[in-house]
């Protein structure tokens, strides 16, 4: 039987209402805006529902400041080119996803603009002073991740949404490892761009993703990409009002009706949270008994959530996950986790990233006891 702790990467499984919600849009006689008959008015039901449900979730300015997008890298690369000018300057962390990190980089090699990439510590956590103190006057944008997707280090983005509310620059967080998982509040937080996939805490389908924008920003977002969207069909212009101005082309219907029904079924969070905990501090206390293990990342668990990054002296990383994918039918993920920069920092440059232990919505204590009685194994050969 799988035991599946990979949830960083993706959830699984999809809650069933997720696969009924797509078959069902893949019935609809009609496309989103593309007609005024009966069929093309269902199908906008279900962006539209997506939207008020998303809007609600993260405590949006307004539903219609909720961008459907592909996933959470077309979701952060619209972030960067609707809102970033020529010659403007962006302050991010080495704890970023390639999502985040690519995109900078191609900004600043082609000239467009200046990055700042502040060091994180040992535990891949940033020091929201430091990351304070590297903006400059040309600085139009502070970028980071809300939780690591390599140690689970939950970043100090309070204490910088707070810092940043009445200034000029904007906030962007990148909720992909933390939306669906734990609460966030954009008005209470400070967030001006919040960028996410559907398919990880929020349990969605693949090729669907959110970017929420703030009363602060909404009216100073260019079109990053244009072609069709229903409305303005005379106009050789996107439209102004959002969120068309930042949707283009046929939505993919079934994925945003998948999504729709997941956020629809959430269950409490809270009671998620403190489940989830208690895996963790069972995973911490059994990894501390293994010889040969090195947990990498937060120890205080306050400051923690979802993936748990190991290295186990004498193996690969690549090595020990097909082991325990093979030997134990035990799946998780190996190597650097599309993070280019945190593992300098981390000290696991040398050892070809980590093995990284990640608990999901359903995980058991059972299968957290497997992995460690394997791991234990894994250390004696």
Not at 164 to 188: C, H, K, N, T, Y
């Amino acid at each position: 039987m799988i035991c599946y702790l990979d949830h960083a990467a993706t959830s699984w499984p999809k809650p069933p209402e997720v696969a009924q919600a797509m078959l069902a849009a893949l019935s609809i006689a009609g496309s989103v805006g593309r007609g005024a008959h009966a069929g093309a008015s269902e199908a906008a039901q279900i962006p539209s529902r997506l939207r008020v449900l998303a809007a609600a979730r993260f405590r949006a300015d307004s539903a219609s400041h909720v961008v459907l997008t592909s996933g959470g890298t077309e979701s952060l690369n619209l972030a960067f080119a609707s809102w970033l000018r020529s010659g403007d300057h962006v302050v991010t962390t080495a704890a970023e996803h390639n999502s985040v990190l690519r995109p900078l980089e191609l900004r600043r090699r082609t000239g467009l603009g200046d990055v700042t990439i502040v060091p994180v510590d040992r535990t891949g956590t940033v020091d929201a002073a430091v990351m304070l103190a590297a903006i400059r006057p040309e600085t139009r944008l502070v970028a980071m991740t809300h939780v690591s997707n390599v140690t689970g280090a939950i970043q100090p983005i309070e204490s910088i949404g707070a810092a940043l509310r009445a200034s000029s620059v904007a906030f962007l967080v990148d909720a992909a490892q933390s939306a669906g998982e734990l609460p966030i509040d954009m008005r209470q937080l400070g967030i001006d761009l919040l960028a996410t996939s559907g398919h990880k805490g929020l349990l969605g389908p693949a090729g669907c993703g959110l970017l929420l924008v703030s009363e602060k920003v909404a009216e100073h977002l260019e079109p990053w990409k244009c072609g069709g969207t229903g409305t303005h069909s005379e106009s050789l212009q996107m439209p102004r009002e959002l969120p068309h101005r930042l949707e283009a082309g046929t939505p993919p219907l079934p994925a945003f009706a998948g999504l729709a029904a997941a956020m629809q079924q959430s269950e409490s969070r809270s009671a998620s949270l403190a489940a989830r905990a208690e895996l963790t501090r069972r995973l911490w206390a059994g990894l501390q008994r293994i010889e040969g293990i090195r947990r990498v990342g937060p120890t205080d668990p306050q400051r923690h959530h979802g993936p748990t990054s190991i290295v186990i002296t004498g193996w690969d990383p690549h090595d020990a996950a097909a082991v325990l994918d093979a030997t134990f039918d035990i799946r998780v993920r190996a190597g650097r986790h599309c993070a280019a920069s945190i593992h300098e920092h981390l000290g696991t440059t040398g050892s070809g990233g980590t093995l990284r232990i990640a608990p999901g919505h359903t995980t058991t204590a059972d299968e957290i006891d497997r992995c460690l009685q394997a791991l234990a194994e894994l250390t004696s050969f």
